[in-house]
């Protein structure tokens, strides 16, 4: 992330939406892989400067903060409809790892506005609302990898189909061996030790329910607004 040292010498970050999306993603990516809890304290507090510094009072982000010294153009924020979607889908999977963390609030922020926009999505920006959607559609959605595992399942925990799908670590209980399990916030599926396992649970589930929770999906919109689009 770009930064920048102010008056006094001190580092400050560049508050411009792109670089906080893209620095929360990789670091929720590192923390999946990697389980390292520091991956995940980072992202979380992106996230949190995201939620202080960017966000118009209606829900959606700016591009940048507030700079009332820039000039030009650069006086104008900007609302970037593929931002904000994977903003809203980040957040979660911050949800989904830390539940008392007010992520979810954040991204129902976001998608309710986003609904009014609908019509000026397409492409890359239509892809990211959709999977943010249902991800909504399915709180919760992740894979918890209990103990050590092979890098096979390992791997196919991170490449399931499943929308905002987050993998956590935990600890198995005395006397188990390592497993993943596969639940959509309080359901889970069986402990399994091999990929086609993990899959197989996931097309039960799914034909079980027809989506993680039994719920219709709605993103709770808010009023609309004159998004702020070029």
Known sequence: MARYADADGVPRRRGILADQIAATE???????????DDDLRRAVD???FVRTNLTHPVGYLHDRVDDPEAVGMLRRQRIPLDLNARAALAAMRLDTLLPEGGFMAAAEGILGPLEAAISRLDGLTDASYGEALLAYAQPGARVELEGPVSHDL??????????????SRTAPAAGEDGAARLCFASRCGERVRRPAQLLASLEAMVSTSGSGNGEEASANPAPPVEEEHP
């Open 154 to 167: 390992r791997r196919a925990a991170l490449l399931l189909p499943v929308a905002g799908l987050a993998v």
């Open 46 to 48: 992106v996230m949190r």
């Open 26 to 36: 990789a670091f929720l990516a590192a923390y999946q892989v990697r389980g390292r």
